[in-house]
């Protein structure tokens, strides 16, 4: 990976992890157009998840929020894998985030916010994207975050 991305990841002191392999049958991206569909994303980092359960319970909101930030990091790689780089973003369209929420817990916004953020710390005004936070009550193999990205590209 090379180019103005590239650079500004650097500049904030992050990398792109591998593509995760995907845990079912799927693709980690599919490009239609000129978008980007990310499947959702979890947490892994090294290959593994951080922790499991519900937000709110086993899980705290900032843990949470930090997961998100992970989430959308591992969709920009998928992205990044059908596209060749991430120069080409034009915009990120919609993020869809989904946090298994304990009952009680109604904080998905800030939670998918580590999302948010991140992408327009990469991407600046082309970070800014429409977004849904839902509240769910599991993901897959217990994560406690997903997050799938839309994005455009030239």
Do not use: W
Request: glycine share 10%; net charge negative; hydrophobic share 50%.
């Amino acid at each position: 990976m090379s180019g103005a991305v590239a650079a500004r990841l650097a500049e904030l002191g992050l990398t792109l992890p591998q593509v995760t392999k995907p845990v079912a049958s799927y693709v980690p991206a599919a490009v239609t157009g000129n978008l980007v569909f990310t499947a959702g994303q979890l947490p892994f980092a090294d290959g593994a998840l951080p922790a499991t359960g519900k937000v709110g319970a086993e899980v705290s909101a900032e843990d949470a929020q930090r997961f998100a930030r992970t989430c959308a990091l591992n969709a920009l790689a998928a992205a990044e894998s059908v596209i060749g780089s991430l120069d080409r973003v034009t915009r990120i369209v919609k993020v869809v985030g989904f946090v298994a929420s304990a009952p009680d817990f109604t904080g998905q916004p800030a939670v998918i916010n580590g999302a948010s953020d991140v992408l327009a710390e990469i991407f600046g005004d082309a970070g800014k994207h429409a977004r849904s936070a839902v509240g769910v009550g599991v993901l897959p193999l217990d994560a406690p975050v997903e997050v799938e990205l839309i994005l455009e590209f030239a």
